[in-house]
Structures are given as C-alpha cells and as structure tokens.
C-alpha cells in the first residue's frame, strides 16, 4: 500500500510564494494531485499531472499562480504555489492512487 507523504506547507504574507512535496513510498505510473480543504468547506480539487507526458490539469481558481509537477525517479510531485492569497488558506492533501497523504497547513495572512 503506497503512502504518501507531503512537506513543505506553512506561513507567508499574501502574494508570497511556498513549493509543496509529495512523495509515494513506491513507485507510481499513476496520475498525482493535490486538493485541499479550508475549515467548513469541502475538500476541493487544485491540479494534478499524469506520469508519462505529464499532462496537467488546474481548478480555474490556481490556474497561471501555481505550477504542477513530477520527478518520476523520485516518485515526488510538487506544487509551486506563487502570488498567494488568503483565500488559498487550506489544507493540501496530496493524492494518488485512492491514496491521501496527512495534508500539509497553508495560511496565507493578508
């Protein structure tokens, strides 16, 4: 059973920049994400990247601020999240798989 495992979350001002990690404790040919979830609010999708072109997908609300994407030989993914706004306060849950990492805390002060 894969874990995943995500670091790189914590605090920044608004329009700072943070990069989130993923990585699989095994090797994936799968697709990899990220969601997250602010308090009282579901958990939503943000971006994710398939393994072999590396095709990538945004929720309309990221796209042209963050930045998907993949070291295969690592089994990593990461998120670059640049031009920060509160309302990008979460948690981000990276996935794969059917598989949830622990989530990592994002907030962003205005």
């Known amino acids: 059973q894969v874990q995943l495992v995500e670091s790189g979350g914590g605090l920044v001002q608004a329009g700072g920049s943070l990069r989130l990690s993923c990585t699989a404790s095994?090797?994936?040919?799968?697709?990899m994400g990220w969601f997250r979830q602010a308090p009282g609010k579901e958990r939503e999708f943000v971006a994710d990247i398939s393994w072999g072109a590396g095709i990538t997908h945004y929720a309309d609300s990221v796209k042209g601020r963050f930045t998907i994407s993949r070291d295969n030989a690592k089994n990593t993914v990461y998120l670059q999240m640049n031009s920060l706004k509160p309302e990008d306060t979460a948690v981000y849950y990276c996935?794969?798989?059917?598989?949830w990492g622990q989530g990592t805390q994002v907030t962003v002060s205005s």
């Open positions: 996935h794969a798989n059917n598989h």
């Open positions: 095994t090797f994936s040919r799968d697709d």
